[in-house]
T-cell receptor
Framework: DTGVSQNPRHKITKRGQNVTFRCDPI?????LYWYRQTLGQGPEFLTY????????KSRLLSDRFSAERPKGSFSTLEIQRTEQGDSAMYLC?????????????FGQGTRLTVV | QKEVEQNSGPLSVPEGAIASLNCTYS??????FFWYRQYSGKSPELIMF????GDKEDGRFTAQLNKASQYVSLLIRDSQPSDSATYLC???????????FGPGTRLSVLP
């Protein structure tokens, strides 16, 4: 499978626990994006990387959220001290770097439920 | 004003009709525009993208861009029940920028 891969697909956690999600982008894609989506809303930008550099982080992202892409390949998104409001679908996307921005391809997402 | 706006719908059309989905954006400097389809519980999948003013056709889909009016649309010809989904408009402001999504329009194609 050469698409964007996300793990786990589903995560149920108790409030206050830490969770970590992984994203493996399409292999030749330099850019990797994290989005969050709640029911009835469009994807909301969280952060993005070009290679290993984190180029932008949403102002809406609290300090409990951190993302890494240590070797410019896979990325992890960690949420510390989870809250019920963190329940959402977390989407990862990747795109190549081109002369102009080309399309982003999404993984299947990780659905987080905080109970 | 939100950066990317879409009518939330639902938009209902009969099978075989043309579905017209609209999107407006606020940043006049936006460079590229994308339409994604999202089935319930699934992740968005790219339908098509457009960079230049005018029309771009791909099978039953036509994207239309009018940068002066800051308006993007997607036409779906010969709509099928399998086209029933939420359609997301996304805008990229330029090189090195992230993608900004609208809230999506829910389309229902009635058999």
């Amino acid at each position: 499978d050469t698409g964007v891969s996300q793990n786990p697909r589903h995560k149920i956690t108790k409030r206050g626990q830490n969770v970590t999600f992984r994203c493996d982008p399409i292999s030749e894609h330099n850019r990797l994006y994290w989005y969050r989506q709640t029911l009835g809303q469009g994807p909301e930008f969280l952060t993005y990387f070009q290679n290993e550099a984190q180029l932008e982080k949403s102002r809406l992202l609290s300090d409990r959220f951190s993302a890494e892409r240590p070797k410019g390949s896979f990325s992890t998104l960690e949420i510390q001290r989870t809250e019920q409001g963190d329940s959402a679908m977390y989407l990862c996307a990747s795109s190549p770097v081109g002369n102009r921005d080309t399309e982003a391809f999404f993984g299947q997402g990780t659905r987080l439920t905080v109970v | 004003q939100k950066e990317v706006e879409q009518n939330s719908g639902p938009l209902s059309v009969p099978e075989g009709a043309i579905a017209s989905l609209n999107c407006t954006y606020s940043d006049r400097g936006s460079q590229s525009f994308f339409w994604y389809r999202q089935y319930s519980g699934k992740s968005p999948e790219l339908i098509m993208f457009i960079y230049s003013n005018g029309d771009k056709e791909d099978g039953r889909f036509t994207a239309q861009l009018n940068k002066a009016s800051q308006y993007v649309s997607l036409l779906i010809r010969d709509s099928q029940p399998s086209d029933s989904a939420t359609y997301l408009c996304a805008v990229n402001k330029g090189y090195g920028q992230n993608f900004v999504f609208g809230p999506g329009t829910r389309l229902s194609v009635l058999p």
